[in-house]
């Protein structure tokens, strides 16, 4: 048990479908990301945030939206994805931006 | 770090044999280095980690690891292992610069055979 979980597990849609990801965390950790993680890809660092204030935006596509409501919970809006969108999304948490993180189980999303 | 190379995509080994996953970066700032491993339908969770002082670190599990500066490697190693062994390693660099970014490695899939 890593203190991070994430909902839902598995999450299948079309490509007009809106639907988000969450990610909690009661580990008192300050910062929160956002990864995905495709087949044969390295693990690719989507959004960072720090204090509940977003520092980093890797030049992720509009039609993913995070969202840091308090420094415990991050989503992750979806909206018109396409099919290459299709990968497995951890969500992770750090008590400080240089320390080591820790990592939910990940959202299985599958765009059809 | 402007990229993490991890050299093999895949490992075969049998069971009770010594292993060496190996870890490459460029950068020209200081970092931190981190092995993680994924076990199936898990999320990642830490190995071990570099931060400073002895360059061999070592970790969970019976792993450990060598911070080379001068080859800017960072290998993991065990010198016999497991079946439960079997997984995939990530290798991550942490730029001690404003950024704070942590970059990954494609992954290593360590398949330890009986």
Same mark, same amino acid.
């Given at each position: ?66 969202? !840091? ?21 951890? !969500? ?21 | ?15 009770? =044999? ?87 490695? =494609? ?6 055979? =009986?």
């Amino acid at each position: 048990e890593t203190g991070v979980t994430q909902t839902p597990r598995h999450l299948v849609m079309g490509m007009t479908n809106k639907k988000s990801l969450k990610c909690e965390q009661h580990l008192g950790h300050n910062a929160m990301y956002w990864y995905k993680q495709s087949a044969k890809k390295p693990l690719e660092l989507m959004f960072v945030y720090n204090f509940k204030e977003q520092t980093e935006n890797n030049s992720v596509p509009s039609r993913f939206s995070p969202e !840091c409501p308090n420094s415990s919970h991050l989503f992750l809006h979806l909206h018109t994805l396409q099919p290459e969108d299709s990968a497995l999304y951890l !969500c992770a948490s750090s008590r400080l931006i240089t320390d080591t993180q820790y990592f939910g189980p990940g959202t299985r999303l599958t765009v059809l | 770090a402007q990229s993490v190379t991890q050299l093999d995509s895949q490992v075969p080994v049998f069971e009770e =044999a010594p292993v060496e996953l190996r870890c490459n970066y460029s950068s020209s700032v200081s970092v931190y280095l981190f092995w993680y491993v994924q076990y199936p339908n898990q999320g990642l969770q830490l190995l071990l980690k570099y931060l400073s002082g002895s360059t061999l670190v070592k970790g969970i599990n019976g792993f450990e690891a060598e911070f080379n500066k001068s080859q800017t490697s960072f290998h993991l190693r065990k010198p016999s292992v497991h079946i439960s062994d079997t997984a995939e390693y990530f290798c991550a660099v942490l730029e001690v610069t404003g950024g704070f970014k942590t970059i990954f490695g =494609a992954g290593t899939r360590l398949f330890v055979k =009986a």
